[in-house]
């Protein structure tokens, strides 16, 4: 979700110079039907249907679903973990299908795809003109996670960074990728940090279960932690390991902060958006500020359904509940007013929000 | 074996039970014996279809396609040879049970059956019954049972068959088959051992790819008896093993992610003791039953999950005639141990005892009825109490109806109740009260059977995320559903001998509509169309075949959503075959097929191409 949220932010901030200081042309031509909205990506389900990506305009008046599918005639299938994205192309990643599928990001034509050795591919970022992939390997295996680094002018894997067990998010940041490991089928407790001009790895570490990655205004990483439940022999829960929201100082890679949740809490979501930190625990949304060293007691909004994406942007909280036996639902609400301000029916076990 | 059988390239034997006694078993020439009296003896008003074994040497590629082509039953499978699962009348695939020898046979973790995980051609018989069956068979039987059997026959001249089978087709597909079958007045035995391998990697039709990780392999051995003590009673014995090793192909866009592997093996054993007098008529049974699987999630690697079953049965059921009013009353007690666990389930043990009670009675000839009672008593939950009623009525003398009505269940299984962190223990079992009217015709030419039924289940268990409210986010099995299934089924069968020509026919059709209340939409994967039919021709030595299937559309969400769909589809299999040697012990037959004959491009599960049209020759050599 948060993985472009910089990126993301650089594309908006473009794009309002695009338009209104457009030095080449008059009036911007439209790059293609799915420009200036938003970008919903539904993982799919392999019985119900399939991953999809479903588009909303920022008016919130036009509403497409699958619209890889409309304009190539062909299916993402299952399932449609994230997306990516660089100045023209969006990268699809298809986790159990071991694909990156790339297509024009405005007009979602398919442009290609590395279907070779990746397996099991989680997140992407792009990065000078290179693409970094998280990848959990075999299942079987906890040794044999990897980083793959994507040729992205033949959309193929030029070289493979070996990385501790269940790689997820990765973000970039001054030529340090950023790795958090929720440990795939199992646990783990680090964030990777690799160079990108050497290769190394440098491990940090923090509370069980780091997932969401983003940058705060100072450029510090704040690392969601969602904790464990520790279960016995018969699967009775035994006890818990804490989560936290971890704050790492990208120059010292030193946790300077980081805001303990209570015993049992297991966050889930997290997003920054400019000095306030919103995460979600049981369904409810709460929010501090970056600089806070205490939880809210207090929620914002009790999400409705299936709690599965958040996204913050220009004063609108947008919340999936997502369904995977049918379409999911977008809502969004106003963070002043609280009030409803679109509903949608996005794509089937919705899960993630980018603008584009 | 069964020359005539073989000669007549045949035919489904619509039993409409009229058979309100044994007697219809002593009638025969020979002496039939057969575990499963429930379904001989018990299925007044029900309809009752049997496949029969020169049906099922049609389609010995899969059980799945061998009910697919010849019964009014929906298969979903994941790609060809892949996991398969059965659905009657648009009920979920965990309410049709399957039945060996009178047992129920569905797994406990999984409370179903893998039909590609079955050989079923070392059974004489396959019979299908739609409508419920849980008096009989307990849980799972709701939309309809499908029974295997093995018939063993007493002869006065000793009698020594076998029957070879060897048959090579596409995609390195190779099958071997033995059965032997020794019999006299005092023993009869039947023994078959069968081996299935295939590379399975079929190409998918309007793409660049094969259906990758799709091979699989297995073997089978069965072997039955019947001794005769004395005049009243008899021994019996059946066993059957399988062993199996199939491989996960995977989806477009990209299969060659496919990795993964699964492997099952199961014991059955079943020792009969029955006693028939004048009046009374006993029987006991003790039953050892073991099943396992093992699931490679990656191939390549030696960690795998399993699931593993131990059941112990013990029966015993009592039948008293009142043989002036053709009336009888059968009790039958049932124990049951069950020891189930998996990786991650510790051994989780379940004690059921079951006791039932059945009145049967025959009416001038004419009207036949029964009415069924039974009681679970089981140590996990309470399994409601059920009933059933049927009604044969011979209007006239080729006219009938037939009507029956029952309670039906379905425990929650292992993985319901016990699934790690998911697993809820305040499960209660689902219900189906259902009801069916039929009219039949039947003459020795032609047979027609149109039903219409109506299923009302509650509490349906459905994984839902949010089922639990102390567990946000988790998914967690509940009772939560209401369906209600309406709808029709029409079978006919027709058949004509002139000179050396015979030709034999049968159809079925069926028309489902099943209604979740909470939406009012059609359920998932519950086809409203289905249809089939099998043409057999056969002229001396020659014969041939014709199998056309049409599966309606179905929908894949709950809102009945045009955008997720797997379209309806409509394939055929065509065969012929020469007897190249003939004589009254000897039969060498030679035979071609055609499966998918016109080459079609379909789907069973959405981006999971289907076979193209590929070939298969076989051998068969009875002597």
Redesign the interface.
Known sequence: MKINKLLTSIFILSILCFTSCSEDDTDSEPRGDYENGILISGEGS?????GSVSFVSNDFTVAE??IYKTVNN?????FLQSMAFDDDNAYLV?D????V?VVDRYTFEYKG?I??DLELPRFMVVADNKGYITNWG????DTDDFVAVIDLATYTVEKTISVGNGPERIVESNGKLYVSHKGAYTTNNIISVINIEDDSVTEIEVKDNPDELAFNSSGDLVVLSEGR?I?D???N?IGHTLASISTIDTSSLAVDQEVVFAEGDHP?LMVIDNETIYYAL??SIYEIGVTDTALSSTSIFTAE???YGMEVEDDNIYLLN?N????STLNVYSLETSEQVSTQSVA?GASKIYFN | MKHKALFLVASIFSTLSFAQNDSLVNRLEEVVVTADTKLQVHSVGYKVERLNDSVILKNTESFTNLLRFNMPIYLREYGSGGTSSASFRGTSSSNTAVIWNGININSVNSGQTGFNSLTVTLFDGVDVRSGGGSIEYGSGAIGGTIHLNDNLKFTQNTRFKNHTLFSVGSYNTYQGLHKLKFSNKKIAINAGVSYNSSNNDYPWLNTDYKNTNGAYSNLALNFSGSFYLNKQSQLNFYTANYNGERFFS?????P??A?DKYQDFSNRNLLVYTNKGVAFNHEAKLAYLTQEYRY???K??S?FNFGKSKRMLVNYNLKYSFNKIRASITSFSEFENIYGSTD???VQNRRQFSQSVVYNQNLQQKIAFEAKIRKDFNTDYSVPFTYALGINYKVHSSWYLRVNGSKNYRVPTYNDL?W??QGNLDLIPETAAQGELGLGFKNNKFSADLGVFYIATKDKIVWT??GDEDR??VWVPINLSEVNNKGAELALSYNETFHNHKLQFNFNYSYTEAIDASTDKQT??TPKHLLNFNLSYNYKRFSGFYQQLYNGKVY????N?E??IVPDYAIANAGINFKVLHTKVNTLQLGVKVNNLFNKYYVI???RPMPNRNFNINVNYTF
């Open positions: 392999p019985s119900t249907g399939t679903n699958l062909v299916e993402l299938g299952t298809v159990n299908a071991n694909t599928t795809e279907s070779t075999s299942t079987s295996d439940t279960y022999a018969n699967w829960v889930s049981s369904g359904g299936y709690l997502a995977f036996s049918d379409l089937l | 995977s989806e477009l866009p990209n060659t992610a990795n490679f999630d990656d390549n690697s960690n991650l389930i510790s016990y790690p962190g995320p949010n946000p986010g998932i994967y894949t969400t709950a809102s959503s955008d997720f599960q959405p981006r």
